[in-house]
């Protein structure tokens, strides 16, 4: 009852002597604190949105538009061509004005327009400007006349100063490729993969698609395209994400690590308190669009910002046919699950948003609280590891009402998840090898009941069990359907930035600043699981652990060359990394197979991601010269040379909207609206990619500052196989001398092992540097 006297702010009884009322003056200010900081947010809101929506031009040119034009007429010049004696001949039919008004109200009435007329041009030139992307394509340190004279237009028309979304209405639609040049370029990635047979078989299923039905879906796409902000993004989020009923665990989400060196404090509920408030910060950056937009070519080509919308309070809901996005404007709390209890923390007090030490109070009220979990209450995250349509079915049986769903509210509306991990996982020095795969796996599952899996963002500080050990490291684990691993690895690299390099700690390891024990102690959340809902979270915790428990994981730091080694050889260094993933699957499988990397599409409006089949002809080519003891180093050279050159090249038409993949998966989706059959789109999209790679992007290099702080390195992130006999890889290149790999598979594949597949890709990095005749030390 204590609690719900606290949560009003007046009491008051009836006597005799009439009303006598009771005002809490604490509760009153709370309050008003909180009305001013809703308002301040709106009016924040409010004023980004004028100056966004008149992007690239500024509120203050509207002054001096019309400041302009009133200084001409008052010259005797007449700016418009007529057009101000007209509106003045229609402001004259009115009667409620004089002369002197009319011409003024003229005046602003036309140097308006004109100043939204600018900024439509403006907008539209620079639009153009970024559709053509001729410059991607210029020779490797090299830059021609017209790119520069191109970069030179494109800074003119891009403003000053601008916030995270001024660029996207000026950013060109996703342009649909055409049929047959999808269909060839198909064609030529599967080449190296098939038989003759085979392949003669697919070639005529793909050239009728392309005389026949291809053409009737294309129409469709193209109507999209013109209608649509992104014509693949809505389908691909829906029926690739939304509509998938599988577990999200291992399947979906991927981790991110801490930095692999450095523990900045040993101390579980500091790291949480100043990292919790490090993103607390990026956030409200994000919420104020004070984020700068990222950029290519030295901050000159734009990319589309509109992931970074929902990266907070954001959640996914389950349903029995498809899921669907909970986004809200903001939350003010966080929920955070520590031995099988849940509790909600509110994140601001006196209308500001809690100190890092504050924070840390509240986490370690946390781990102090003696509770026990209530019934079913433990294990209750198991159902969003578990299938999809079970959480489903339980959600609205049992979750739909009462104090289920005011606890249920607090988990899907919070800001993020955070966990306090029970168990201990980190780099160790004195076993680096079985102490990182451990790590990884643990990120990516933990123990199938403590990750709230359907929350956007969950940050994961582990415990400490004494000073030896890595406890108080960092981590967390994100949804792939909401925000890309592009978008989530510049929040993660901000946050260890922030918190090693400007938060800091105090000497004991706490985090710096007081304690504040007027902040009310965190809210354990209530919940009645009846015995038929524990039934079915036991099932679910069944099926996520035989799925966690197939995961096999090998992740380890590469530190014989990095990227400044593979520059010297002028060649791109994800091209190399490539390919060398490609001899490595060579000499660990005895074939190819199609591979998977992930390329951004964010030079379009709404863009997301594309397909680069990095199997091609020419790397099959090159790993067979590697593997034929006859083939010279000059041979095997320049087959390397040409591989490189095209696997840059089909990056390129990625990242330009003439990828192979979306086009065809829309195209598919088209067809099944449609009700008609394609053979050939059937058997494109039911291949498996036996090699699914990504490179986690390095965003934060100035932040860190790595020549100063070389210790202070991140070893990235990873994710689950996307084929069942199949390896995913994910890759970080830091700095200039390391670069992290992470490999998983599944143990029941007897064709796969992490740990012999690192194996092979090591070795393959040092058999390609040493054709430049670089060793691991080289000084050359």
């Known amino acids: 009852m204590a609690e719900a006297h606290q949560a009003v702010a007046f009491q008051f009884t009836v006597t005799p002597d009439g009303i006598d009322l009771q ?12 009305g001013l900081h809703s308002w301040k947010k709106k009016f924040i809101r409010f004023k980004n949105g004028i100056i966004t929506g008149v992007y690239p031009a500024s509120p203050s040119s509207w002054l001096i538009v019309v400041v302009g034009v009133m200084s001409t007429m008052y010259a005797k010049i007449d700016p418009s061509l007529g057009i101000i004696a007209k509106i003045n001949q229609t402001l004259d039919r009115t009667g409620y004005m004089s002369d002197q008004t009319k011409n003024v109200v003229s005046g602003v009435l036309f140097g308006t327009g004109l100043w939204v007329a600018l900024i439509i ?37 891009s403003g000053r100063k601008p916030m995270l979304y001024s660029f996207q209405t000026s950013l060109p639609r996703l342009p649909v490729p055409a049929v047959k040049d999808t269909v060839d370029r198909y064609l030529e990635s599967v080449r190296p993969l098939m038989k003759e047979e085979d392949f003669r078989r697919m070639t005529e299923l793909a050239q009728d698609f392309a005389i026949n039905l291809g053409p009737k879906l294309q129409w469709y796409l193209k109507l999209k395209s013109w209608w649509a902000m992104n014509y693949v993004s809505d389908w691909w989020e829906e029926y690739i994400y939304l509509r998938g009923r599988g577990p999200l665990m291992v399947n979906s989400n991927y981790y991110a690590m801490d930095l692999l060196y450095i523990v900045p404090t040993h101390i579980q509920a500091a790291r949480a308190g100043n990292t919790i408030h490090a993103i607390l910060l990026y956030r409200r950056q994000l919420d104020r669009e004070e984020l700068k937009p990222l950029c290519l070519l030295g901050s000159t080509i734009p990319l589309c910002s509109a992931q970074w919308e929902r990266m907070f309070n954001t959640s996914r809901i389950p349903g029995e046919e498809t899921d669907t996005i909970q986004h809200v404007k903001d939350s003010k709390h966080i929920v955070v699950y520590h031995r099988g209890r849940y509790f909600k923390v509110w994140l601001y007090h006196d ?9 840390e109070q509240q986490i370690q009220r946390i781990l102090d609280d003696p509770s026990e979990p209530q019934a079913g209450e433990a294990k209750l995250a198991a159902l969003t590891a578990g299938e999809r349509v079970p959480w489903a079915r339980c959600r609205q049986a049992y979750f739909a009402r009462g104090k289920n769903k005011q606890s249920l509210d607090a988990v899907e509306k919070a800001a993020f998840f955070v966990t306090l991990d029970e168990t201990e996982q980190g780099y160790r020095k004195d076993d680096p090898d079985m102490s990182m795969d451990a790590y990884a796996k643990s990120l990516l599952h933990g123990q199938c009941f403590d990750r709230w899996l359907l929350l956007n963002l969950s940050i994961i500080p582990v415990k400490k069990e004494d000073l030896s050990t890595s406890g108080g490291q960092m981590h967390f684990i994100n949804n792939n359907d909401l925000p890309c691993v592009y978008c989530m690895s510049s929040v993660w690299q901000y946050v260890m930035a ?4 400007q938060l800091g700690y105090a000497e004991d390891g706490h985090c710096k600043g007081d304690t504040n024990l007027n902040i009310p102690y965190p809210t354990r959340l209530q919940w009645e699981i009846p015995e038929e809902c524990q039934e079915v979270i036991e099932t679910s915790l069944n099926s996520a652990n035989l799925l966690a428990d197939d995961v096999d994981f090998h992740s380890f730091p590469f530190n014989a060359f990095g990227k400044g080694l593979i520059k010297k050889c002028r060649t791109s260094p994800d091209a190399f990394v490539q390919l060398a993933l490609q001899l490595a699957h060579y000499k660990d499988m005895g074939k190819f197979c199609l591979t998977y990397e992930a390329s951004m599409t964010r030079l379009f409006r709404e863009g997301r991601t594309e397909t680069v089949r990095s199997c091609t002809t020419e790397s099959c080519n090159f790993v067979l010269a590697m593997m034929d003891p006859g083939q010279t180093v000059e041979q095997r050279l320049k087959l390397f040379r040409m591989a490189s050159e095209k696997h840059q090249l089909l990056y390129r038409l990625a990242m330009t909207g003439a990828g192979i993949d979306r086009h065809l998966f829309c195209l598919y989706v088209v067809s099944k609206y449609l009700a008609v059959d394609s053979p050939f789109l059937k058997e494109v999209l039911s291949e498996p990619w036996r090699l699914s790679t990504s490179q ?4 934060q290099v100035e932040l860190f500052n790595l020549e100063r702080n070389p210790d202070y390195v991140s070893s990235g992130g990873g994710f689950g196989p996307v084929a069942d006999d199949g390896y995913g890889v994910s890759y970080i290149l830091v700095g200039d001398k390391l670069i992290n790999f992470h490999v998983s598979s599944k143990f029941s594949s007897p064709e796969t092992d992490s740990h012999r597949f690192g194996k092979h890709l090591k070795q393959a990095m040092m058999d390609i540097i040493s054709l430049f005749g670089f060793s691991s030390n080289s000084k050359k």
């Open 23 to 34: 005002l809490s003056h604490e509760a009153l200010k709370q309050i008003c604190l909180s």
């Open 121 to 157: 041009t403006m907008r539209y030139s620079l639009k153009v400007l970024l559709s053509y992307h001729g410059w991607m394509f210029d020779e490797h340190g090299k830059m021609s006349r017209a790119t520069k004279i191109w970069m030179g237009m494109v800074k003119i028309l």
């Open 351 to 359: 209308g500001r948003l809690l100190k890092p030490r504050e924070i």
């Open 498 to 501: 922030t918190d090693s390099f």
């Open 696 to 699: 986690t992007p390095q965003q």
